[in-house]
T-cell receptor
Framework: ETGVTQSPTHLIKTRGQQVTLRCSSQ?????VSWYQQALGQGPQFIFQ???????GRGNFPPRFSGLQFPNYSSELNVNALELDDSALYLC?????????????FGQGTRLTVV | KNEVEQSPQNLTAQEGEFITINCSYS?????LHWLQQHPGGGIVSLFM???GKKKHGRLIATINIQEKHSSLHITASHPRDSAVYIC??????????FGKGTKLSVKP
């Protein structure tokens, strides 16, 4: 039990639609990172939020966007879904984006785009 | 070339065997993480280390900063150890850069 919860656990969407994935971080963790994990691959960094501001981004297009809220929850929004967006989406919370602190992961949301 | 490379990609062992998973990285790091991922998808942190060696139960992690190499060892392996083991280092933006993982299957 990591104290990080994600919802929903599974989701099926149609190409072109929009999706919102949610993450509830550990209380007190003001950093949340989102990752995309394709089948058989390691997770890839999408972006990171620190105190409600985006402070780092991986190689993902602008249709991937996010929000972080004061209550330690966050969202990942994906517009204009493509088939290749099918993956496991993981959020991880931590205390500080740059210190060597442990990251706590949620169980992930498995998104299927058809 | 990936910044974090793991070997082997797949590993099958008999219960009781000693297991080693290797990780090499090409970037300067301040810490390296070993994580475990079960089929359901959730990831659990096993170790975070920046030098030397750490031990937790039957798991041992070592790191050699000069050689940019780390190993995860499992002693007296058990079928419940079956999972994907992932090595990750912290990138310049504070994010984790992951290897592709090693899928371990321990047979009874």
């Amino acid at each position: 039990e990591t104290g990080v919860t994600q919802s929903p656990t599974h989701l099926i969407k149609t190409r072109g639609q929009q999706v919102t994935l949610r993450c509830s971080s550990q209380s007190g963790h003001n950093t949340v990172s989102w990752y995309q994990q394709a089948l058989g691959q390691g997770p890839q960094f999408i972006f990171q939020y620190y105190r409600e501001e985006e402070n780092g981004r991986g190689n993902f297009p602008p249709r991937f966007s996010g929000l972080q809220f004061p209550n330690y929850s966050s969202e990942l929004n994906v517009n204009a879904l493509e088939l290749d967006d099918s993956a496991l989406y993981l959020c991880a919370s931590s205390l500080d984006p740059h210190a060597n602190t442990e990251a706590f992961f949620g169980q992930g949301t498995r998104l299927t785009v058809v | 070339k990936n910044e974090v490379e793991q070997s082997p990609q797949n590993l099958t062992a008999q219960e009781g065997e000693f297991i080693t998973i290797n990780c090499s990285y090409s970037v300067g790091i301040s810490a390296l993480h070993w994580l475990q991922q079960h089929p359901g998808g959730g990831i659990v942190s096993l170790f975070m280390l920046s030098s030397g060696k750490k031990k937790h139960g039957r798991l041992i992690a070592t790191i050699n900063i000069q050689e940019k190499h780390s190993s995860l060892h499992i002693t007296a392996s058990h079928p419940r150890d079956s999972a994907v083991y992932i090595c990750a280092v912290r990138g310049s933006q504070g994010n984790l850069i992951f290897g592709k993982g090693t899928k371990l299957s321990v047979k009874p």
